[in-house]
């Protein structure tokens, strides 16, 4: 006797059908339709990824079996179409999180744009030093397509040849960037001076770290070669420029790739629709 399709019957008890059904059926295809009343049930109660799952084990286990196999085919793109508008319900409210973020980041940030440059670039408005090329320190930043990366730079550096930093606060915590190995262009020495450019995978931690501890003075090191390091302080001010240029980066990467991620959602939800549509007319 062919299983009824009951995801879409929610008034049905779950059980009483898998009992009148199964009387004559071989043992797999006994197995293969308590699989399905286990997905029914999962589906029905919302645990769509397990739901889909047990959908998966039928189609593994179970090739022989038509009719099973059949309703699985039935019944899994109404339960794709519920998992997915979850989780475009969750995406929306992640997206306008990171809307508001990058809103409340905005008026502590100034753009960068002069003539000299390829692209432009976003840096705290307070603690950042506008002739930082020529200082010793570091500077977060943002660029046009919302990145946060980092550079250090050390004047009259002589044989330090560092590759990464450390921020290190009176009480011990620190953290340290990525190293950056000399390359002659994210990592290049000129006239006694250094110069290195942190990616968001080097520096990430680094912003974070700023972020969870805003207006407190830190030591920065300069981590060079052969245990050589060169250390200055950073006012609260500076920290904080850090963890502004974090927070508008953050906000700017996460809500693209959001918006990424609801694009494809919006497919798969057509394409779930669209088979459920097929197979209701089938």
Known sequence: MK?????MLPGIALGALFLVSSCGQSPEEKAARSLYAQAEAHAQAGSYVVAVQLLDSIERNYKDQIDVRRDAMHLRPGIIEEATLIEISTNDSLQAEMRKAYEEALPSMKKVNREELVEPYWIAAD????????TTGVQARVSADGEFYM???????GNLHHNSFTLKTKSGESVSSGVVPFDGELNYRISGSETVTYDAARCDSVGMFAE??????MTLIFNGEDGKSKSI???AKQVDGIAAAYRMGHALTQGHRLALQRNML???LA?????KARTFRE
């Open 233 to 235: 302080n950073l006012t």
């Open 151 to 157: 550079l250090s730079e050390v004047i009259g550096a």
């Open 212 to 217: 969870q501890h805003q207006s407190t003075p």
């Open 271 to 275: 394409i779930a629709r669209d088979q």
């Open 3 to 7: 299983e009824v399709n009951r995801f």
């Open 266 to 268: 919006e497919k798969r």
């Open 127 to 134: 603690g950042n030093n506008d002739n930082f090329l020529n």
